[in-house]
């Protein structure tokens, strides 16, 4: 736990896109999740779905789930490229099965700011650079309505801290400018699911999953201070005068977002499903990250992914027991600059690898993929994930029937 609140004020992420909005959404689910391209539509009895609140209540154990991300990104525009690397904390969350009711609670780190840019015009250099991020702590509760089916729903509570720093200075004039914005962000929203099973024949399967998520207030309270400084050639700086700090607030909108995913296969065997994710584009540009060439629209996902276990309950070989997974998908992330609509497409796959002697797990992803582009003066990123997930299982509230 203290490494993982730790971790929250690490930088998350390298992207220049960051700057906008509340930074760059990385939580995309559960490594078993992302291997998939972000598919979980089966009604899982020993892996947490952090996509459904519905699916608590199909636990039949404890549930512990942990994972953390290795980032190697190249950013590359039309004059150059460079590479960056980033290794992050990515949720934290235990399930809870007593019945009918399922139990949930985790903290997520939800979005990243992280970003350096540098750029020279006309004698005048100038450089930004960004850190922080959203955090949600959340917690849901499901019922089994049925064998077949179950609903839930969570509350969540977002909570971070933003800043970015804009300095500027001319060729030949002794001192530049300096502004500091800070954002402190919080507020809570709120996130319904349900999912459905049926038998199409004595071994094929039917699932379904269906998730809204609520649009959320955000307040930010802000502050803004802008110095004289003198500086050199690498940016260093010492402030020679600075102004009063301003204060303000403003109330952003956490865009509302609908998943349906549906998909077919045999129980501890192997599953093939897909999954349509839509948001609203919602009110996320603040004070300090208003730009009049970018503007914001509804974003949509599309995944195809599925698994494949040659035999669950095999005795004679551990091989036999990996789950191996697979996916790819395609993101219109919402985001627009100069004109251009930022999108991401990738593939993913992963193992997961089984404790013997119990129903834990060792789960290991791969993601590789594309964001942006070289046109119209932008940045393409080409990055390279590589994850690592533990989903611990074990057996708590057991009456003893002797003492």
Do not use: C
Request: overall charge neutral; aromatic content about 14%; charged content about 20%.
């Amino acid at each position: 736990m203290l490494l993982s609140l730790a971790s929250f004020a690490q930088e998350g992420t390298s992207s220049p896109y960051s700057l906008y909005g509340i930074g760059d959404v990385r939580f995309k689910g559960t490594v078993e999740s992302r291997s998939m391209a972000g598919v979980q539509v089966e009604q899982d009895s020993i892996h947490i779905n952090l996509d459904n609140p519905a699916s608590f209540s199909n636990l039949k154990l404890t549930t512990f789930t942990v994972g953390g991300t290795y980032n190697q990104t190249t950013l590359k525009n039309d004059s150059g490229s460079e590479k960056a690397k980033r290794t992050t904390f990515d949720y934290l969350a235990v399930g809870l099965p007593m019945g009918k009711l399922g139990v949930g609670f985790g903290l997520i780190p939800y979005s990243s700011v992280g970003y350096k840019v540098s750029s020279v015009e006309n004698d005048v250099n100038s450089r930004d650079f960004g850190n922080g991020g959203l955090n949600k702590a959340f917690f849901a509760l499901s019922y089994k309505v049925a064998p077949s089916f179950s609903v839930g729903a969570n509350v969540e509570y977002n909570f971070g801290h933003i800043e970015t720093t804009a300095m500027q200075y001319i060729n030949g004039v002794a001192l530049g400018s300096l502004e500091l914005n800070k954002a402190d962000l919080s507020g809570v929203n709120f996130n319904f699911g349900a999912m459905y099973q049926a038998k199409l024949n004595e071994k094929l399967n039917f699932f379904s999953s269906l998730s809204y998520k609520l649009e959320g207030n955000l307040g930010s309270s802000n502050s803004r201070s802008i110095s004289a400084v003198s500086y050199n050639s690498n940016f260093e700086y010492s402030e020679v005068e600075t102004s009063e700090e301003e204060t303000f607030s403003r109330d952003l909108t956490l865009p509302s977002e609908l998943k349906i995913g549906v998909g077919i296969g045999e129980t501890r065997k192997w599953l093939i499903g897909a999954q349509f994710a839509t948001a609203s584009k919602g009110d996320l540009a603040n004070t300090y990250n208003t730009k009049p060439n970018v503007s914001y629209d509804k974003a949509m996902k599309y995944s195809l992914g599925g698994y494949f276990i040659p035999d669950h309950d095999s005795f004679t070989s551990y091989f036999k027991r990996i789950v191996f997974r697979a996916g790819l998908k395609y993101e219109e992330t919402g985001l627009i600059v100069n004109s251009e609509s930022i999108k991401d497409a990738g593939f993913s796959f992963g193992l997961g690898l089984p404790v013997t002697g119990s129903f834990s797990n060792i789960n290991f992803g791969f993601e590789y993929g594309k964001r942006g582009t070289t046109s119209a003066g932008l940045i393409q990123e080409n990055y390279a994930k590589f994850s690592v997930g533990l989903s611990l299982n074990d057996r708590w509230f057991v009456k003893r029937k002797f003492d």
